[in-house]
């Protein structure tokens, strides 16, 4: 009777440090420092169209997987992952791709992404023609670069995690498209598409939505692995928006991996969609940060190789 006790406090005392570990090695310094890059008037907005702008970003993200030391996807120099999108023939595009190898199942995937593009230089404001992403997504390509900075510190995934940054998202998709075709869909055990996360929830702080939460089990196994923390994450609570099919989770989706997105965003009431006000000073940093070490603690058990959320039905929508 007395190992009962013990047993609890072991598992409070395991959790008390998980959670010291994912406040020491993602901060909002570092979240700050990476938004404020990518969302910078210098980007020029990110647009896929003008590679001068989106490589600029590209190069970015390419430095800080390389300093974080991430591994290239098979294939890929420099971690970017070129391609020609399909309504812009001629413009060289590029995904940048990093690559944490697993231990002990190295042919099982998780992936983490977001999407670093933006719609670029639109009709002035105020004097303001920039249309900076910061929100949409900057703030979830830093999730996915603080995320990779975690898991290569933590070094115990079991699972090979891919940390992809898509481009032409805004123009339809294509990086994910090009991004499925390369990688075997049966090997990918999840995704988690990280988009628009600098701002409150309709729930308030500590609050995530995911895309297609009745579709797998994906959402009830994040939730399993912060229990006691005051995070929440919760089913879309807009479906009539149709989002499990608009952001570059959709094409891994139609294959039938449990590829979800995360977010934040209040889609019906957001003012700052694709404008020129959508700026880092827009952004909760700090709850920002807060969601980004709740999907480190969340994704544990799936990047250890515990939990394999149930795949989704392949073919729900044409390509």
Known sequence: MKKIPSIIALLLVTSFLKAQDVEKLITEDYVRKVVSTLASDEMKGRSA???????????????????????QLNGVSDFKQ????????????????????????????????????HIGIIKPVAGDSIANGADDDASGTTGVIALAKYFKAINNNERTLIFVAFSAEEIGGDGS???????????????????????????????VFITGFERSNFGT??????????????PDPYP?????????????AMKGVPAHSLSTDEIDKDQLY??????????????????????????RSIVSGKDTPTRIPPLEKKN
């Open 274 to 299: 694709h404008s020129v006000d959508d700026e880092v000073e827009s952004l909760d940093l700090k709850n920002m940060t807060e969601v980004i070490r709740a999907i480190a603690l969340g994704s």
């Open 82 to 117: 070129g391609f020609t999108a399909r309504k812009s023939p001629g413009i060289q595009m590029a995904n940048v791709v990093g690559v944490l190898k697993g231990k002990s199942k190295p042919d099982e995937i998780v992936v983490f992404s977001g999407h670093y593009d």
């Open 240 to 252: 009539d928006q149709q989002l499990f099919y608009r952001s570059d989770n959709a094409r891994l």
């Open 177 to 207: 498209r090009y991004f499925t075709e390369q990688v075997d869909a049966n090997k990918v055990v999840a995704m988690f598409n990280i988009e628009m996360i600098g701002k409150h929830s309709k729930w308030g702080t500590n609050s």
């Open 49 to 71: 169209r003008n590679p001068k702008n989106a490589m600029k970003a590209a190069d970015f993200i390419a430095s800080q997987f390389q300093e974080i030391g991430l591994e």
């Open 221 to 234: 196994i994040l939730q399993s692995n912060i229990t006691g923390t005051k995070f929440q994450f919760y």
